[in-house]
């Protein structure tokens, strides 16, 4: 059965889908304004840390 | 940073008209959003604790996943809110200004390019697409053959044999999974190339980690899609429509969300070529 989730509103959206949009999207200023923390480096770098912290949470419920 | 120790977070912008957003919306640090006016522009922003958000704090909470999704949650809420009351441009996470000056003059030195994006998001919506591979029913394990329940089989052909049968049939699951993920891509691709018929501008993601999704399988399309709020219902429609004639894949739909994946990657506003950055 073709399963598709409903529009969201009413729940929380998922942490992983709304760190792609606030990691990747946005507009990113570059310049000597800011303290350049959006940088690609380091947004690599927190995927990266994300991914190991997410999949081992998820590790036991992956053999369902 | 300022004498006290405060630095400033920057959420998004918005048009000068659009109304300030309610007080009691808490954002990034739990502090007040506050609209800064320059250029015909309101940049909403956030006075954040430097101890936290200065830049050597940021870049080690930024590891931490817990601070991570509670600073992501709290950003998005504020720029949800303001996408409610008019077109917005939401800034990266964790852009910070040392004070308001840099963020006034920001204002004024891209203001071109903010008006440019406002005036292109207007009256739309992101729409986000996410495609798994539909893997077949395994059904029970066929597990050691039986034997024939009904009526003895005189023949001795060897394919009827219980180990020989029970191979056979673990080979054609084995085959009917890897052709069910390539009928999968090929489903995503019909997909996105229809959803993309029906929006302005479409983005693609990177497919997120199995189980990061929630789902065992995987993923084959991971795609944002700029919808102009006219064509939202004709569009989740056409999403239910693909679902039930691509049955290689499962669809899911979220959002609507704040244009994210549509004001460019760098440099204020940028331009719409989505997909295109780096």
């Known amino acids: ?64 | 940073m300022t004498a006290d120790g405060r630095c400033v977070w920057l959420y998004a912008v918005t048009g000068d008209g659009a109304p300030a957003p309610a007080g009691a919306l808490a954002g990034v640090g739990a502090g007040p959003v506050r609209p800064l006016r320059a250029a015909g522009l309101a940049a909403l922003v956030g006075d954040v604790d430097q101890r936290e958000f200065g830049e050597a704090a940021l870049r080690r909470n930024l590891e931490d996943l817990g601070w991570l999704e509670q600073t992501a949650r709290a950003h998005h809420a504020v720029i949800e809110a303001a996408g409610t009351r008019g077109p917005v441009v939401p800034l990266r996470l964790a852009t910070v200004y040392r004070s308001d000056a840099g963020v006034l003059t920001m204002l004024r030195d891209y203001a071109a390019d903010f008006r440019a994006a406002l005036s292109r998001l207007a009256g739309c919506r992101e729409w986000g697409v996410k495609a798994f591979a539909a893997v077949p029913d395994p059904g029970p394990d066929p597990g050691p053959d039986p034997g024939p329940a009904g009526p003895p089989d005189d023949r001795e052909d060897p394919a009827s044999r219980p180990g020989t049968a029970y191979l056979r049939r673990r080979r054609a699951q084995l085959t009917s999974r890897t052709s069910a993920r390539q009928e999968a891509t090929a489903g995503a691709q019909a997909v996105h190339a229809e959803l993309s018929r029906l929006s302005v501008s479409a983005r693609l993601y990177p497919p997120q980690a199995p189980g990061l999704a929630g789902q065992a399988a995987p993923m084959v399309l991971n795609a944002a899609y700029l919808v102009a709020d006219e064509q939202a219902g004709e569009f989740a429609a056409a999403v239910t429509d693909l679902a039930g004639r691509h049955r290689s894949v499962r669809l899911g739909l979220t959002g609507p969300w704040p244009a994210y994946s549509f004001v460019g990657g760098s440099d204020a506003g940028g331009s719409d070529t989505a997909g295109e950055r780096r």
Not at chain 1, 20 to 38: N, P
Request: charged share 25%.
């Open chain 1, 1 to 64: 059965m073709t399963e598709l989730s409903p529009a969201i509103g009413d729940q929380r959206v998922a942490l992983v889908d709304l760190l792609d949009r606030v990691l990747a999207g946005g507009v990113v200023i570059t310049g000597e304004v800011t303290l350049s923390i959006a940088e690609v480096d380091l947004v690599t770098v927190s995927l990266r840390a994300l991914v190991t912290s997410v999949s081992a949470l998820l590790e036991d419920q992956d053999d369902r």
